[in-house]
């Protein structure tokens, strides 16, 4: 089966402008989580979506937000770019929210950020 | 808020030589531990996790991990490396939160295996 797709794969963007990234998952998945890749920062988690509402929500500022749809797509947003949310974007999804079923936590290949 | 701990940063080692790569964890509850490897301009694989049962757990490509509750650790082994093993390998911890689960990730290993 598809694994989860995440478009664009690279994004070059200026400061001050705000951009719109996309994760779709395995068909079936219901549940849909972001993480923020830096190599200061590491993987921290953004948020994760669960039947189109926002379940969790990691430590990052307003400008972070988040959606997803009625067939399990999310898209991420962030607004009012700075240099510093330069990072890989990894989408991740799984059957459901319960521990066991993050067995079935698959990434994507991730959007790559640039902020210039 | 649970933390993971990867004790190296970077681990050269040499083809069909054997490798432990190192991860501590914080929490004294229950947990469930994962380990992760990154490929380049890739996104994250599950080679292996804990969630209960027997402590010494057998993943993907040869490797295995240890859960060890006294010591809160989860350390990774392979016996023979390759070189296509080469790559960055994540410790993680599932958090709950919410009424789900996070995943709490450490800072990651670089894998060299030289020929």
């Known amino acids: 089966k598809a694994g989860v797709t995440q478009t664009p794969r690279y994004l070059i963007k200026t400061r001050g402008q705000q951009v719109t990234l996309s994760c779709s998952p395995i068909?079936?998945?219901?549940?849909v989580s972001w993480y923020q890749q830096t190599p200061g920062q590491g993987l921290q988690f953004l948020f994760e979506?669960?039947?189109?509402?926002?379940?969790n929500k990691g430590n990052f500022p307003g400008r972070f937000s988040g959606r997803q749809f009625s067939n399990s797509r999310s898209e991420m947003n962030v607004s009012t770019l700075e240099l510093g949310d330069s990072a890989l974007y990894l989408c991740?999804?799984?059957?459901?929210?319960?521990?066991?079923?993050?067995?079935?936590?698959?990434f994507g290949s991730g959007t790559r950020l640039t902020v210039v | 808020a649970q933390s993971v701990t990867q004790l190296d940063s970077q681990v050269p080692v040499f083809e069909e030589a054997p490798v432990e790569l190192r991860c501590n964890y914080s929490s004294s509850v229950s947990v469930y531990l994962f380990w992760y490897v990154q490929y380049p301009n890739q996104g994250l694989q599950l080679l292996l996790k804990y969630l209960s049962g027997s402590t010494l757990v057998k993943g993907i490509n040869g490797f295995e991990a240890e859960f060890n509750k006294s010591q809160t650790s989860f350390h990774l082994r392979k016996p023979s490396v390759h070189i296509s093993d080469t790559a960055e390998y994540f410790c993680a911890v599932s958090e709950p939160q919410g009424g789900s689960e996070k995943l709490v990730f450490g800072k990651g290993t670089k894998l060299t295996v030289n020929p």
């Open positions: 979506y669960f039947s189109e509402t926002q379940r």
């Open positions: 068909s079936g998945h219901r549940s």
């Open positions: 991740a999804s799984s059957f459901g929210l319960r521990a066991r079923e993050i067995r079935g936590y698959t």
